[in-house]
Structures are given as structure tokens and as C-alpha cells.
């Protein structure tokens, strides 16, 4: 981890939302729990590194989920059982932003974190925050690829309230050009993620 990050600096108030819904079908098994070399699993590594740059952070899981082990230690993320998981990254992100609205969240931005990329830097989450915005999309680019953690300004909010299904919230970037701001990082952590045991291999 980048020796410049100093914890949570006094920047835009933002909230956190980590996507662990999926069902890893190509891992072959629950990739969430996978231990990683020095011991930790997947998904204790993402939440050690959000906990760090995020005051508030919400864990998205499927509802029959039993994680409770994984927020040992950790008061400051709450989970949210997504009801529309089943249909998706975009059913569980419909799901987290209805639920931001609802409880009439003041954050000016959250911040999409996807559970399986556990080298993501939290220097480059504190620097993403910097950048964040109501009407803005913010979003990493290493070595011309773009990736996560994305910020969603409160504005956009209500579009991403609307998702039930898909892949994804691609039809909103893509209906917000205007507002998407690709900002440069060194970490290759940002698109990283693990899709088969063979990447838990993957140099560091």
C-alpha cells in the first residue's frame, strides 16, 4: 500500500458500496471466501481497504448471504441484503441506491467498490474522492483502462434507482457522458479482480 495515504482525509463526504452479491459462477466456489497468500479472505481485504478511505460503507449481498464473520471488527459498514441480487450487478445496484435515497443519505457521492479486487490502493480511492461531485462520475484510468472504484455524484442517484437487472450501471455513464471524469492512477489494482482461483495467483 502506498506509503502517501495518511487515513481518512477531510475531503467530500461520500459513502461506500461494495458489491459482493454476485454468485461467482466461474470460480467455482465462493470466491468471497478465498484466502489471499498472507491469510485474509477476498473479501476481508476489499473491506480492510475501503475501511480505511470511507467513513460509512454498506456490504451488498444476496439475502440468503451469511457473511457475518467478515464485519467482525469493522462497526462502521452496515450490510444490505439486495432483493433483486438474483438479477445482477444492476439488480443489486438499483437496490443499494433506492436504499441511500430512502434513508435520505447526506453523502455527496458513493463510491461503487467491486468485493473482488483486493489490490485496489486506498491511496487512489482517497485521491478518486477528491474529485467527486453532486453531478459528477469519477472513475479511475490506468494505462488508458478505466475501472473501480466509480463515484456517483447525488444526482445521479436517481437514475441509478431505477436499475432492476443487467450487467451493470453502463446505461447511466453512457447517458451522462457530459458528467464522467476520468482521472489518471499508477495502480493497476483498479481493474484487477478475480475471476477464476488461477488469478488469486496473480503477482502483486
Not at 471524469?181 to 502483486?204: K, M, Q, T, Y
Request: hydrophobic letters at 40%.
Amino acid at each position: 500500500m502506498s506509503c502517501e495515504f495518511r487515513g481518512k482525509e477531510q475531503t467530500p463526504d461520500i459513502v461506500a458500496l461494495v458489491m459482493a452479491a454476485g454468485v461467482s459462477r466461474r470460480f467455482g466456489s465462493d470466491k468471497r471466501r478465498a484466502r489471499l497468500d498472507d491469510g485474509r479472505t477476498l473479501l476481508e481485504t476489499t473491506l480492510a481497504t475501503v475501511s480505511q478511505v470511507y467513513p460509512r460503507c454498506w456490504l451488498i449481498t444476496r439475502p440468503e448471504d451469511d457473511l457475518g464473520e467478515a464485519l467482525a471488527g469493522y462497526e462502521d459498514i452496515h450490510r444490505l441484503a439486495a432483493p433483486h441480487a438474483g438479477h445482477g450487478l444492476g439488480g443489486s445496484l438499483g437496490d443499494a441506491f433506492r436504499e441511500l435515497i430512502s434513508q435520505q443519505d447526506s453523502a455527496v457521492a458513493a463510491a461503487v467498490v467491486l468485493a473482488d479486487m483486493p489490490w485496489l490502493n486506498a491511496a487512489t480511492c482517497a485521491r478518486l474522492n477528491r474529485h467527486a461531485g453532486p453531478g459528477r462520475i469519477v472513475m479511475p484510468r490506468h494505462q488508458g483502462k478505466r475501472g473501480h472504484p466509480v463515484l456517483f455524484g447525488r444526482d445521479l442517484w436517481p437514475a441509478l434507482a431505477e436499475l432492476k437487472e443487467g450487467e451493470g450501471a453502463r446505461g447511466v455513464v453512457q447517458a451522462n457522458r457530459q458528467a464522467v471524469h476520468a482521472i489518471d492512477v499508477d495502480d493497476d489494482g483498479i481493474w484487477r479482480d478475480i475471476d477464476s482461483p488461477r488469478d488469486l495467483e496473480a503477482p502483486v
